[in-house]
């Protein structure tokens, strides 16, 4: 008897045309976070979370937002004539169709990065995607959503990242860096809640460990605050 498995094979993607996302906002800023920090970025902010993070800055997008097509989206997307898009949310993953539009976007020839909340499997977003992917730290109150098992899927072209509320939380991030490498797996990055953690403590802690992280604060709060679509 053969043990060959014959699996099914799998439905033929559906044309862009007739696919649809809800949208909570897009529009046009510097990043403030990872690598980016400090292009000019187009933000596609996709509506809709099943976390609810304890410090979350866009629980706008939770509900809501506005019923779009994939192909009308690019179309807002190419009218700011920038090559950076960062798709974000809420949980932009929580939305089937989120992986055709990052495909799309790289199609389209744009550098495209996408910000998740780590619960949610990263494996099957287009590798030309750099995935900006969080580990929630117990402060979070999310820590138990964490999925371990993205680390896996994760290469230098990704990103870690950790926001931080006080000492404990630090602690921890610390330990869960050293115990599974994560600086192995691709760059790491270690924020402060803002008006929880001050970012010189958070700095001061990181070299008095020396950890193989990057710090850094949110450019855009910096610069405008906390003012949503900024």
Request: include cysteine.
């Amino acid at each position: 008897m053969s043990d060959t498995t014959t699996c099914a094979p799998e439905a033929p993607a559906a044309p862009v045309g007739t696919l649809s996302l809800r949208l909570t906002e897009v529009f046009l800023s510097l990043q403030g976070e990872t690598s980016r920090a400090g292009l000019p970025t187009v933000f596609v902010r996709l509506a809709g979370c099943p976390l609810r993070c304890r410090w979350c800055d866009t629980p706008y997008s939770f509900q809501g937002g506005e019923t779009v097509a994939l192909d009308a989206l690019l179309a807002r997307v190419a009218d700011f004539g920038v090559p950076t898009v960062c798709v974000t949310g809420g949980e932009p993953l929580a939305q089937k169709n989120c992986l055709p539009l990052l495909t799309a976007l790289c199609d389209a020839g744009y550098s495209v990065s996408l910000e998740t909340s780590g619960a949610l499997d990263v494996s099957r977003v287009d590798p030309r995607v750099s995935r900006i992917v969080d580990v929630k730290p117990p402060e979070s109150g999310e820590h138990a959503r964490n999925r371990w098992e993205n680390i896996a899927h994760l290469t230098q072209h990704d990103e870690i990242k950790f926001v931080l509320a006080n000492r404990a939380d630090y602690e921890w991030a610390r330990d869960v860096l050293r115990e599974r490498r994560l600086d192995r797996v691709c760059p790491v990055l270690f924020s402060p809640v803002q008006g929880e953690l001050a970012p010189a403590q958070l700095a001061d802690w990181i070299v008095a460990d020396r950890l193989p992280v990057r710090m850094q604060v949110q450019l855009h709060k910096v610069l405008w605050g906390n003012t949503p679509g900024r």
